[in-house]
């Protein structure tokens, strides 16, 4: 039994846990790879992210020193830009669509590019927005997480006055409590909340929990519209023998907990297997491994070719030292007076496609044992399935059905993760402004969310 923690000195947590992708050294650097840019008129890199930020535009501003409207074009389209310049996965998204993939070249750094915009405007306060006549119309959202902050912050320009119930002490949601601290500190969470809540006219109400501190027919009743983006946060059982033993934690409380303590007060294994291969199941391994696991061991039971996680976050995995077991099951986690010491795997091969369209996988008959003091299930994460059924709001499998938005209760509206089962923080950040745009036509408003005017200073 190797579960510890105080594993290392201060000094190596700091390492360890510092920025893994880091910022340009200066304005040149940055001016460089803004130069590179083809401006290209049919952008593929704009259409590939999902909040359409117009790219060509704000990295020409970077090249004629006008980072405040650069920083505006960003934050219009996506008012944690900031955030998803660190944690989007880019290598999907705009970097992986932008031309010079084509030729072979090295794409824009287009995620540095914006992350030099956007912390120059939150380190220097800059207010690149300012609110319309208040409309005397007032709505509740649910969940501080990116759809509720991007739904607030779209309401709150336009004269709408805000009030968001989170049940953390913290807002930033998955952004704050479930992405790898070398990604995103919790400060820089706490000061992005700050700076998109600084347009005034939004409020949060930490500790209240949908369910039990406020209800839904409370809110309807003293609110002109609702917003549900409470997302979804429980974690899926594997359903396999031994899983309640001593050591067998789930992906997102173990990164709950090094959000929410000191690292050296968390607790790790000295060997840990990680099951999962999705972007959770990645930061869980790089982050035991980066706590001073001796061994990190990641079971996936398909192959390289149907992994959910990228390429980029492979690689980061690979470099901290973690192993990958592909085509490994996990059967039953083993444990001796009640505290994991391995993980019984099945060997599998590849079948015929699934539902999803990837060979499935089979069992091959052999199985194997891995040694292991600690176990990280990072299968998933599950809606929020008993609170919304108690809301009495129609649902598939705990996920809130909408149509545009609408859920089937008047006056309320849902988006994000807990819509759609879990996606990329930039999806919740769109789906935090369809949401929006649908209230403001509930409530009879009309809503500029593309068209928002800058301060003067900040128009190009
Ligand atoms: Fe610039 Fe690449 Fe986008 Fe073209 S695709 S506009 S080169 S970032």
């Given at each position: 039994?190797?579960?510890?923690?105080?594993?290392l000195?201060?000094?190596?947590?700091?390492?360890?846990f510092?920025?893994?992708?880091?910022?340009?050294?200066?304005?040149?650097?940055?001016?460089?790879?803004a130069?590179?840019?083809?401006?290209?008129?049919?952008?593929p890199c704009?259409?590939?992210?999902p909040?359409?930020?117009?790219?060509?535009?704000?990295i020409?501003?970077?090249t004629t020193d006008n980072?405040?409207?650069s920083?505006?074009?960003i934050?219009?389209?996506n008012?944690?830009?900031?955030g998803?310049?660190?944690?989007?996965?880019?290598e999907?998204?705009?970097?992986g669509s932008?031309?010079?993939?084509?030729?072979?070249e090295?794409?824009?750094p287009?995620?540095?590019?914006q992350?030099?915009s956007?912390?120059m405007?939150m380190?220097?306060?800059?207010?690149?927005?300012?609110?319309?006549?208040e409309?005397?119309k007032r709505?509740?959202?649910?969940?501080?997480?990116?759809?509720?902050?991007s739904?607030a912050?779209?309401?709150?320009r336009?004269?709408v006055?805000v009030t968001?119930?989170?049940?953390?002490?913290?807002?930033?949601?998955?952004?704050?409590?479930?992405?790898a601290?070398?990604k995103?500190?919790?400060?820089?969470?706490?000061?992005?909340?700050?700076?998109?809540?600084s347009?005034?006219?939004i409020?949060?109400?930490?500790?209240q929990e949908l369910?039990?501190s406020i209800s839904?027919?409370?809110?309807?009743?003293?609110?002109?519209?609702v917003?549900l983006?409470?997302?979804?946060g429980?974690a899926r059982?594997l359903?396999?023998p031994?899983?309640?033993?001593?050591?067998?934690v789930?992906?997102?409380?173990?990164?709950?907990?090094?959000?929410?303590?000191?690292?050296?007060q968390?607790?790790v294994?000295?060997?840990?297997?990680?099951?999962?291969?999705?972007m959770?199941?990645?930061?869980a391994?790089?982050?035991a491994?980066?706590l001073?696991?001796?061994?990190?061991?990641?079971?996936?039971?398909?192959?390289?070719?149907?992994?959910?996680?990228?390429q980029?976050e492979?690689?980061?995995?690979?470099l901290?030292?973690c192993?990958?077991l592909?085509?490994?099951?996990?059967e039953?986690v083993?444990?001796?007076d009640g505290a994991v010491t391995?993980?019984?795997c099945?060997q599998m091969?590849?079948g015929?496609p699934?539902a999803s369209g990837?060979r499935a996988?089979?069992?091959?008959?052999e199985?194997?044992?891995?040694?292991?003091?600690?176990?990280?299930?990072?299968?998933g994460?599950t809606?929020?399935?008993e609170m919304?059924?108690?809301?009495?709001?129609?649902?598939?499998?705990?996920k809130?059905a909408?149509?545009g938005?609408?859920?089937?209760?008047?006056?309320?509206?849902a988006?994000?993760?807990?819509?759609?089962?879990?996606r990329?923080?930039?999806?919740?950040?769109?789906?935090?402004?369809d949401g929006?745009?649908?209230?403001m036509?509930?409530?009879?408003?009309?809503?500029?969310?593309?068209?928002?005017?800058?301060?003067?200073?900040?128009?190009?």
């Amino acid at each position: 039994m190797a579960i510890s923690n105080n594993r290392l000195t201060a000094a190596e947590y700091e390492r360890n846990f510092s920025d893994v992708h880091p910022p340009f050294d200066g304005r040149e650097s940055a001016l460089v790879e803004a130069n590179r840019c083809l401006m290209c008129y049919d952008a593929p890199c704009m259409k590939s992210c999902p909040t359409s930020i117009d790219i060509p535009k704000f990295i020409h501003q970077i090249t004629t020193d006008n980072v405040k409207g650069s920083a505006h074009t960003i934050l219009q389209s996506n008012i944690m830009g900031a955030g998803c310049s660190r944690v989007c996965p880019v290598e999907k998204l705009c970097e992986g669509s932008c031309v010079y993939n084509f030729l072979h070249e090295a794409p824009i750094p287009i995620a540095k590019l914006q992350r030099y915009s956007t912390e120059m405007a939150m380190q220097r306060q800059w207010q690149l927005f300012t609110r319309k006549p208040e409309t005397g119309k007032r709505v509740a959202i649910v969940g501080a997480g990116p759809a509720g902050l991007s739904c607030a912050h779209v309401l709150a320009r336009e004269g709408v006055d805000v009030t968001i119930f989170e049940k953390e002490e913290s807002g930033g949601g998955l952004m704050t409590y479930g992405i790898a601290a070398y990604k995103v500190t919790p400060e820089f969470c706490r000061e992005e909340v700050e700076y998109i809540t600084s347009i005034g006219g939004i409020t949060i109400r930490y500790g209240q929990e949908l369910g039990r501190s406020i209800s839904l027919t409370q809110l309807r009743a003293e609110y002109d519209a609702v917003f549900l983006g409470f997302g979804v946060g429980l974690a899926r059982r594997l359903d396999i023998p031994g899983e309640d033993l001593e050591g067998v934690v789930d992906a997102i409380s173990f990164i709950y907990g090094l959000r929410t303590q000191p690292l050296a007060q968390t607790p790790v294994g000295d060997r840990v297997i990680v099951i999962g291969l999705g972007m959770t199941a990645i930061d869980a391994a790089t982050q035991a491994k980066r706590l001073g696991a001796k061994e990190v061991t990641i079971v996936y039971r398909r192959t390289r070719a149907e992994m959910p996680c990228t390429q980029v976050e492979l690689d980061l995995a690979l470099l901290d030292g973690c192993k990958v077991l592909w085509l490994a099951a996990p059967e039953e986690v083993l444990g001796t007076d009640g505290a994991v010491t391995g993980l019984r795997c099945s060997q599998m091969r590849l079948g015929e496609p699934d539902a999803s369209g990837r060979r499935a996988p089979v069992h091959s008959g052999e199985e194997f044992v891995l040694e292991a003091d600690m176990v990280i299930k990072a299968a998933g994460q599950t809606p929020f399935e008993e609170m919304v059924e108690a809301c009495d709001l129609q649902h598939t499998g705990g996920k809130v059905a909408v149509s545009g938005n609408v859920t089937s209760i008047g006056g309320v509206f849902a988006g994000g993760d807990c819509v759609n089962g879990g996606r990329e923080v930039v999806d919740a950040v769109q789906a935090g402004k369809d949401g929006a745009a649908a209230i403001m036509e509930f409530l009879g408003l009309h809503a500029e969310v593309k068209k928002n005017v800058p301060t003067p200073e900040a128009i190009i």
